[in-house]
């Protein structure tokens, strides 16, 4: 009887031993790729005698995959909340996605969290005259009248020059 006892211990332990071990070596095997890591690295021996700067070697990574699992409900609840929000920034700027205005001379965007325009001027400051900026800030702005239909006067906006 108590050899029983002893080998249906042992049986026990070396089966706990071994579903233990075999979901570790499980692991290991399907063990996801970290977001982002390199899968493959370019080394000396296959950059071979062209030695190439490091900037002109293409890196290879591995495609990334989202970090948490969203059940389908959860998505479709998430984009209509978005959905809601777009629908209110089209109506109270119907104008918005005709954006961005861009020309030769300028650019132009609507900032949303500063409910202002932002025009990127293609000259420079320091090195322009007065009268260069004038005009091209002027067309710039009635772009924006064109594109509100409104005086450019009803928005606020600001002005960044591009050029050194």
């Keep these: 009887m108590k050899r029983y006892l002893k080998n249906k211990k042992i049986q026990s332990v070396a089966v706990i031993l071994f579903i233990l071990l075999s979901v570790y070596v499980f692991s290991i095997i399907h063990k996801k ?3 982002g890591s390199p899968e493959y690295k370019v080394t000396e021996e296959e950059r071979g005698s062209d030695k190439k700067p490091d900037s002109e070697v293409p890196i ?3 495609p990334t995959t989202p970090a948490t699992e969203t059940k389908p409900v959860d998505r479709i609840a998430d984009d209509f909340e978005i959905a809601k929000d777009r629908e ?3 109506r109270e700027y119907p104008w918005y996605l005709k954006l961005p205005v ?3 001379e300028y650019f132009i965007s ?3 969290e500063e409910k202002s325009f932002r025009i990127y001027l293609a000259i ?3 090195n322009s005259t ?3 900026k004038d005009a091209l800030l002027n067309r710039a702005l009635e772009a924006i009248q064109e ?3 409104s005086s450019y006067k009803r928005y606020p906006y600001y002005v960044i020059y591009t050029r050194e």
């Design 33 to 35: 790729p970290e977001v």
């Design 60 to 62: 290879v990574t591995s």
């Design 88 to 90: 209110k920034i089209y």
């Design 102 to 104: 861009k020309t030769d």
């Design 110 to 112: 609507w900032i949303l």
């Design 124 to 126: 420079s400051e320091s």
């Design 130 to 132: 007065k009268e260069q």
């Design 147 to 149: 594109l509100t239909g």
